[in-house]
């Protein structure tokens, strides 16, 4: 890139004296409303005019739909000025819209053309297991998740993921005192490791409403290869419906990676054609300086992926921006390459001047920069003194927007209501909730009738004379959930807590529970004192009065 003359002013071109475009990491840095914005969307626009690449927007920090203003033609008054003294022509840009599939899209109404996606499970890397965890990388809990992720079955859900952590994790104390939580998966809650197992839970409970996170045979899951190889659309992802900070920067990471790892893969097979250019802006919301907890393996995760685009020959270029130089993270600014300075705050003025040793000269390019917005300082290039970039043939997203409505008044036909996916969603989340509550339960009355069997035998094994046949009290697929009910209702519980505690919808249904495993308890005791289970011991030889004392201490062991 370099810096030519054109109209009696100075302008950014990205090809060199050659006529080309050579891939680069670029951070613009400038503060709000200095034009920013408009210069890095001239930018992109100038790059994919040149060599008809594929644009990918991985973030959309003010939940505006920014990038979808591609699709419409300029209005603003100063926008259409500037167009005609460069002797642009208004344009439009095809796009493509994307989404993680959430929820909370009920009853949202009419909305415009989107792809709902979701990722698989077995596509999570150490780094984006980190970001979720809060921990490093190459810590053992962080292995875990990747091992059992990679092995994961790909019908498997969130559900069946997280019970295979439990399995490999469970020592001896949780098993004897564990207890399902159907709040939290069914993870077991007590002691030793399942503490652990359930801070993991606890760490993937924002996936039960923000469903995104799933099988790998899932419908939605997003396809790389097909968005890489469309040059035809600006692809824009958005978060907007997804109720968490965590999970919207983590996004961005995670589809980031995926991107950049599939175009390594076709580039090495000789499918991918076009270079690629990577947008995210506002990388300070994302990464601060002072970064902690997720934020801070974020920015070690986008830093990695982009020392892979510029180590690789893939042709990929990324281009982020910031407000505020010093409050973003060093570790993510340091991955640039090259960085332009636009208007700057106080602080960073006084912190940039001083770390790259500015004279006189160099530090009235910025005055010259502040009373002209959209202009900028080449760092390490300062020679070529203030310059800009072209305006956008396309619309730039103005304060009075709304991005629906614009959608709306331009493409009415394309607007949709989600309630179908919604519901479709919805099912099978419950189906799995429904699977693994069954699941946990029958293992849980496979162990108990199993204990009892043992008990029984031993019991046997002391007193070979006395046969006694036993029978369970009710049917074992609802063994565990009706004697749970019932030692709940013996604590003091009421209904609706037992209902609560045991996942299920109603409290009369709680109560008709231990109601009903009460009840078996007493025709049991009932059917065991009866004179027939005395009368059907009697046999020859054997005295009435034996046959009573062997039942007394029978029942009294029983107690």
């Known amino acids: 890139m370099r810096v030519i003359n054109y109209n009696n002013k100075n302008c950014l071109t990205l090809k060199d004296a050659d006529g080309q475009i050579t891939p680069f990491q670029v ?29 990918i927007v991985l973030n ?55 792809n709902f996606y979701s990722i698989s499970i077995k596509d999570m890397t150490k780094e984006d297991w980190s970001i979720l965890a809060e921990s490093d990388a190459e810590s053992e809990t962080i292995k875990l998740l990747e091992r059992v992720a990679e092995d994961l079955p790909r019908n498997d859900s969130l559900f069946d993921f997280l019970q295979e952590i439990e399995r490999l994790t469970e020592g001896k104390k949780d098993k004897n005192k564990a207890v399902a939580d159907p709040k939290n998966w069914f993870l077991k809650s007590g002691g030793g490791t399942s503490k652990s197992v359930k801070q993991v839970g606890n760490m993937l409970s924002s996936f039960k409403k923000n469903y995104f996170l799933r099988k790998d045979t899932c419908e939605l ?6 968005i890489l190889l469309d040059s035809e659309n600006y692809h824009v992802f958005l978060s907007n419906w997804v109720d968490n900070s965590k999970l919207k920067n983590f996004l961005v990471e995670f589809l980031l990676g995926q991107a950049v790892n599939t175009a390594q893969r076709l580039s090495n097979t000789g499918k991918l054609k076009k270079p690629i ?20 393996f974020l920015a070690k995760a986008v830093r990695k992926h982009i020392v892979t685009m510029r180590s690789q020959a893939g042709g990929m270029s990324i281009l982020g921006d910031t407000q505020n130089w010093s409050q973003t993270s060093p570790e993510l600014r340091g991955s640039f390459n090259q960085t332009f300075y636009g208007k700057l705050n106080p602080e960073d003025a006084r912190i940039i001047f001083k770390a790259n040793s500015y004279t006189a000269t160099q530090r009235g390019l910025f005055d010259e920069v502040e ?23 396309h619309m730039h997203k103005e304060v009075k927007y709304n991005w629906i409505q614009m959608y709306k008044k331009h493409f ?13 969603m919805k099912t099978e989340y419950d189906e799995e909730y429904e699977k693994t509550k069954d699941s946990v339960f029958r293992k849980i009355e496979e162990k108990e009738e199993a204990e009892r069997q043992k008990e ?38 009421s209904d609706r807590k037992i209902a609560d505690e045991l996942g299920i919808k109603s409290h009369k249904t709680a109560k008709k529970y231990y109601t009903t495993y009460e009840q078996k308890l007493k025709e049991k005791k009932k059917e065991e004192g009866s004179p027939e289970s005395i009368n059907s011991n009697l046999g020859e030889g054997i005295m009435p009065e034996e046959v009573e004392s062997n039942f007394a201490e029978e029942f009294e062991s029983e107690e």
């Open 60 to 114: 959309d920090p003010k939940n505006e739909a920014e990038f979808s203003y591609v699709m419409y033609e300029p209005e603003a008054k100063y926008h259409l000025t500037e167009l005609k003294v460069d002797g642009i022509k208004k344009g439009t840009h095809k796009a493509k819209l994307y989404h993680p599939y959430t929820h909370n899209l009920a009853k949202k109404g009419m909305l415009p053309d989107i």
């Open 221 to 226: 899951k997003l396809d790389w290869e097909k």
């Open 27 to 55: 951070l613009i840095v400038s503060t709000s409303g200095s034009g920013k914005g408009t210069t890095g969307e001239g930018w992109i626009e100038s790059w994919k005019r040149a060599n008809g690449g594929v644009v």
């Open 371 to 393: 009373e002209k917005p959209g202009s900028f300082i080449w760092y390490k290039h300062e020679d070529y003194g203030v310059f800009s970039m072209f305006m956008p043939s």
């Open 412 to 424: 009415k036909n394309k607007m949709k209501s989600y309630n179908y996916l919604v519901k479709i």
């Open 277 to 296: 250019l990577f947008v995210i802006p506002e990388l300070l919301n994302m990464c601060p300086s002072e970064s902690k907890g997720s934020s801070q």
């Open 456 to 493: 029984e035998a031993l019991e046997q094994k002391d007193k070979p004379k006395q046969v006694r046949k036993k029978t369970l009290i009710f049917d074992p697929t609802k063994t565990y959930i009706l004697k749970r009910a019932y030692e709940l209702h013996k604590e003091n519980l």
